[in-house]
C-alpha cells in the first residue's frame, strides 16, 4: 500500500478513536476485492454542536488515491458549509454552500407556515445525472446528499461493477434494485 495513503488511514483511525467515545461519531470502512482490484474506502463523519465534520479517503491497488474533507455550521434558518476533494489523478475541487430558511417576515406574523417536500423518484437515473451527460459521477451524488460519507458508499456500491468512477445508466439498472430500498419494483426492472 502506498506511504501516503496509509499516513491517511494512520491520521483518521487516531481522530477516530479520540472522538468515538462522544457518540457524535460514525466510521465507515469498506475492503472491495475483485479478481483484479482491490479497494479501501474509509470515513469519518463527526458533530459537534452546531458543527458538522466529514472526511473520507480511498485507495486502490492500482494507486488510484483521493479523499475529501467537509465542515458545515448550522444556526437557528441558516446553514453553511464547503468541501474540498481531489485525487492523485489531478481531479480537485471545492464546493461552498449556504442556506436560509425564511420564517416569519415580522414578529406580528401569524399566519401558517409549511414544510415543503419535494418527492422525487430514487429509482430514476436522471435524478441523479444532474448535468445529464448519461453518466453519474460521485461529485453529483455529493451535490444530493449532504452527508459525504453515506454518499460516498452509495456511489461506491452503485459503480461496483466497473469501478471506473462513473456510472453508466446499464450500471444503474442492474446495481439500484440490489443497493437502493424500494427500487425492486421500478421501471428498468424487465
Not at 476533494?85 to 406574523?109: E, H, L
Request: glycine share 10%.
Amino acid at each position: 500500500m502506498d506511504l501516503k495513503l496509509t499516513c491517511v488511514l494512520v491520521v483518521l483511525a487516531f481522530c477516530s478513536s479520540l472522538t468515538i467515545a462522544q457518540r457524535k461519531t460514525t466510521i465507515t470502512g469498506d475492503l472491495t476485492k475483485d479478481k483484479d482490484l482491490t479497494r479501501v474506502d474509509l470515513g469519518i463523519s463527526h458533530q459537534r454542536g452546531k458543527w458538522g465534520f466529514d472526511g473520507s479517503a480511498f485507495g486502490t491497488s492500482r494507486g488510484h488515491r483521493g479523499g475529501s474533507l467537509g465542515i458545515s455550521h448550522k444556526r437557528k434558518n441558516f446553514e453553511f458549509g464547503g468541501s474540498v476533494f481531489g485525487d492523485n489523478r489531478g481531479n480537485r475541487g471545492a464546493k461552498v454552500g449556504f442556506k436560509w430558511k425564511f420564517g416569519k417576515r415580522s414578529t406580528a406574523w401569524n399566519g401558517e407556515h409549511f414544510e415543503v417536500r419535494v418527492i422525487v423518484n430514487h429509482c430514476d437515473f436522471d435524478v441523479y445525472d444532474i448535468n445529464e451527460d448519461s453518466v453519474i459521477t460521485v461529485e453529483e451524488i455529493y451535490a444530493l446528499f449532504p452527508q459525504r460519507t453515506d454518499a460516498h458508499r452509495l456511489f461506491k456500491a452503485l459503480d461496483s461493477t466497473s469501478v471506473d468512477g462513473k456510472v453508466t445508466i446499464d450500471e444503474f439498472k442492474m446495481m439500484a434494485p440490489q443497493v437502493i430500498k424500494k427500487c425492486g419494483y421500478n421501471k428498468y426492472t424487465y
